[in-house]
C-alpha cells in the first residue's frame, strides 16, 4: 500500500516495493552526492521546526582560493572551524559542501550562537568571518571571499532552505563533475551539530486510487505556486515532476515536495471527503 509522510515542512508518498530480499551492498567510500545522500538532507530539513531556533542565526557561504589536496584536509578545516565557534557559544549549525565551477570546494552553512555571546560581541559576523579566513588560512581564505548574513526569523531561515536545500544531482555546484582532482574520496556531504529541534513525521497509508488522486493534487498545488513565483524553471520542473521515459516507472512515481503541514492536511481532508480510505 502507498505510504504518505507527513513532515513539518515537507511531505513524501511512494509505494514501498513488496520485497527486500536483496543482499545489502558493502558501504564504499563516500564520492561526492547522491540522491540518497541529497534525500537524507532534505528529510532532516524538511523536519525542523523553526520556531524553537533559539539563539542568533546566521547564513554562511564561506570559500577558500586554493582547493586542499585530499578531503581529509577539507574536513579538518571545517572541524577546526566549528571547534572555534563552538568556543564562542555554538548552538547548532548545519552545512554541505558543493562544488565551485574551478573544481574548489566550498561550504554553505546556517549556525546559531547564544544570545550571551552575541551580547558580549556586537560585531559577531566580522568574528565568525575571521574565524573561517584562519581555520582556512593555508588556502588562501579572505575575508572578501566570504559572505556572511544575519537570520532574524523564520523566513530568513527559509530563504537558506529555499537557495541551498533544494538542489539536486543535476546543479553544477553538486555534481560528480565538479569534485577536485585528485579526491579519491570527498567524505560526508552534509552535516548537522548541536541541538535541533525536531518534529517527528506522521506517516499515513492510502489507497492506491488515492496515491494517484494525491499526486495529481501536488502537482497542481506545486505548478501553481510556480506560476506565482514567475520561476519558469520551477515552471518547466512541476509540468514534468510525475514524468519519466520508462512509462512503467512514471506511473508509479512518488513525489517529494516542500510544502506546510497544513496544505498537506487540507489535501487529506479533501481526499477522505471523495470517500478515499486514509489510515495513521
Known amino acids: 500500500m502507498p505510504v504518505l509522510t507527513e513532515y513539518r515542512h515537507g511531505m513524501t ?15 564504499q567510500a563516500v564520492e561526492g552526492w547522491t540522491d540518497s545522500s541529497t534525500r537524507r ?14 539563539g542568533r542565526g546566521l547564513a554562511l557561504s564561506l570559500t577558500i582560493r586554493d582547493c586542499p589536496p585530499t578531503a581529509d584536509d577539507w574536513a579538518s578545516i571545517r572541524r577546526a572551524f566549528f571547534k572555534r565557534i563552538e568556543r564562542i557559544g555554538l548552538v547548532r549549525a548545519h552545512w554541505l559542501t558543493e562544488w565551485q565551477r574551478r573544481g574548489v ?12 555571546a552575541v551580547a558580549a560581541d556586537p560585531f559577531i559576523v566580522a568574528t565568525v568571518t575571521r574565524h573561517w579566513c584562519e581555520a582556512a588560512a593555508a588556502y ?49 556531504m552534509w552535516g548537522h551539530l548541536g541541538d535541533w529541534p525536531i518534529v517527528e513525521p506522521t506517516r499515513y497509508v492510502v489507497e492506491n486510487s488515492a496515491f494517484f488522486a494525491m499526486r495529481r493534487m501536488v502537482q497542481r498545488w506545486r505548478l501553481a505556486d510556480a506560476r506565482a513565483s514567475g520561476d519558469s524553471r520551477r515552471i518547466r520542473s512541476a509540468r514534468r515532476m510525475l514524468q519519466s521515459n520508462d512509462r512503467s516507472a512514471g506511473s508509479v512515481r512518488g513525489v517529494a515536495e516542500w510544502i506546510t503541514t497544513g496544505q498537506t492536511q487540507m489535501f487529506l481532508r479533501h481526499l477522505a471527503a471523495m470517500g478515499y480510505r486514509i489510515e495513521c
Open 13 to 27: 508518498m511512494g509505494i514501498p516495493p513488496r520485497r527486500n530480499d536483496h543482499e545489502r551492498a558493502k558501504r
Open 41 to 54: 538532507n532534505t528529510r532532516f530539513l524538511y523536519a525542523v521546526d523553526e520556531r524553537k531556533l533559539t
Open 105 to 116: 570546494p566550498h561550504m554553505h552553512a546556517a549556525l546559531w550562537i547564544t544570545p550571551e
Open 140 to 188: 588562501g581564505a579572505s575575508p572578501r571571499g566570504q559572505h556572511v548574513t544575519a537570520i532574524d526569523d523564520a523566513i530568513g531561515w527559509f530563504q537558506y532552505l529555499s537557495k541551498h536545500a533544494v538542489r539536486g544531482l543535476s546543479h553544477y555546484q553538486r555534481s560528480p563533475d565538479g569534485i577536485p582532482t585528485g579526491w579519491q574520496k570527498t567524505g560526508r
